[in-house]
């Protein structure tokens, strides 16, 4: 006989379900399957009404984040071989609304996203600018934010964040990370207006600096990095203001 490794899966048909229900399913072992992978074998073969979301299958677009055995992962990069013969749980990302089985609904963040004007803003733009021309960089003012913009939007550090489950208010790591990547771009001009979104109760002082979100992101943002960091540009930026007598 083949070998088989068996995955449980959460469900949950808001039609039906009042709570989640574990659906298990015993496949075919390919070493080299992603869970991604696994997940579409059943979709294909076994139930399709099994609902979860999923496009690249390269890292790239972060959109079939879950929890695989109680931890935040990308299940595109993350191999059936690394738990094999051991069972594999996967339920949706946690400290998210669910809309069906592995979907989360992630209207929230998205409008978090949004209030921090994650683009280039540009004050003094004239009205003959001619906007096709290019703001050039040195590497070294690229390395100020690179980091950060390496960000897909998965949202795995917000499944991760203690502080985002017990204050669903809270910006969040991958919010705060990208407005640390603009405010420090060199082409922006945009600083002052997202301070007073993240230094709102709601922004970067409810951060405890866990570092979970650090732990579990697939491309090395450091979102609490960026955290820390855009803390103290706020400090330095409050002080200022108040020997400068703005408010």
């Not at 921090?116 to 004050?123: D, N, Q, S, Y």
């Amino acid at each position: 006989m083949a070998d088989q490794i068996k995955l449980t899966v959460y469900r949950y048909n808001p039609d039906k379900d009042s709570e989640y229900r574990p659906q298990s399913f015993t496949i075919p072992y390919q070493k080299d399957w992603s869970i991604l992978d696994a997940l579409n074998h059943i979709k294909a073969e076994v139930d399709g009404s099994l609902a979860y979301r999923w496009s690249c299958r390269m890292a790239i677009c972060g959109s079939c984040g879950m929890m695989v055995n109680g931890t935040p992962r990308l299940t595109c990069s993350t191999y059936l071989n690394e738990f094999y013969p051991k069972e594999i749980t996967l339920e949706p990302l946690a400290n998210f609304p669910v809309v069906r089985d592995l979907v989360v609904d992630l209207s929230d963040f998205m409008g978090k996203l949004k209030s921090v004007k994650p683009w280039i803003i540009r004050k003094n733009k004239k009205d003959d600018e001619d906007t096709s021309s290019e703001y050039l960089q040195t590497p070294s003012q690229m390395d100020a934010y690179y980091q950060q913009s390496l960000c897909i939007n998965c949202t795995l550090c917000y499944a991760a964040c203690p502080a985002y489950g017990l204050h669903p208010d809270f910006l969040g790591p991958a919010v705060i990370a990208l407005t640390y990547r603009y405010n420090n771009d060199s082409r922006d001009q945009g600083r002052a207006e997202r301070r007073e979104v993240v230094a709102a109760e709601n922004g970067v002082w409810k951060c405890p600096v866990v570092g979970d979100c650090t732990e579990v992101c697939p491309k090395h943002v450091e979102p609490s990095a960026a955290i820390q960091r855009t803390k103290v540009n706020s400090a330095v930026s409050w002080f200022f203001s108040r020997l400068s007598g703005r408010k």
